[in-house]
């Protein structure tokens, strides 16, 4: 792929190369949840997951190597690693399948309206600061729960914590999906009957 000028077009980017890591992650970390119970490395997966996000993050702005790919890859990361620890949670039975249910839910709705977007010529909704703290409260919640499972004091400190950010995390996500769906109307609507935006608008930002 040819560069641009401005640089959106990049793939060979140290931000998008810590976004292919944590995509590696997935597999390794259901793997070590789910046969040899290795719940600690786990969560130090998870950490070090967690700390990449923020990390290509960083690098992207400081070094002017913001990208499309970039742009998919994030948020692509976290809602795989998020599908994952809420699937092994429930084959475990850390966690109910009503709120695996609850949480995939709202991101098929998301997924066929970012679908509908497509469809039109438009691109995804910016990503909201709502959508980015509840992904945040979700990802401290699920390691909480993991730990929370064993005995002791400190399990019962951890799974008590746990439901609390796992609570708010789930308002949270919903409450920026609502958002999402509010962007994605007014999207479609500024498209017009043809599937192309009226003459003098913008398409929604990537």
């Not at 190597?65 to 599908?83: C, H, K, N, V, W």
Request: proline share 5%; glycine share 12%.
């Amino acid at each position: 792929m040819r560069e641009s000028t401005d640089g959106v077009d990049r793939v060979a980017t140290v931000p998008n190369l810590l976004s292919f890591l944590r995509l590696l992650g997935v597999p390794v970390f259901l793997w070590l949840i789910l046969v040899p119970h290795a719940d600690l490395a786990a969560v130090i997966l998870l950490a070090i997951s967690g700390a990449t996000d923020y990390l290509d993050g960083w690098v992207a702005r400081r070094w002017h190597q913001q990208s499309r790919l970039g742009e998919l890859l994030d948020p692509t990361a976290d809602r795989l690693y998020i599908f994952a620890t809420l699937l092994a949670l429930g084959i475990r039975d850390i966690v109910p399948w009503w709120l695996v249910g609850l949480l995939v839910i709202r991101d098929v709705i998301l997924g066929v309206a970012l679908l509908v977007l497509r469809g039109r010529g438009v691109g995804p909704p910016q990503v909201h600061y709502l959508g980015k703290a509840a992904t945040l409260n979700l990802l401290y919640a699920f390691p909480l729960l993991l730990l929370g499972a064993g005995s002791g004091t400190w399990a019962e400190v951890a799974r008590v914590l746990g439901w609390a950010f796992a609570i708010w995390g789930t308002g949270l996500y919903w409450w920026a999906g609502l958002l999402y769906l509010g962007q994605v109307r007014s999207a479609v609507s500024a498209t017009g009957t043809h599937g192309r935006p009226p003459e003098g608008s913008r398409e929604v930002p990537a």
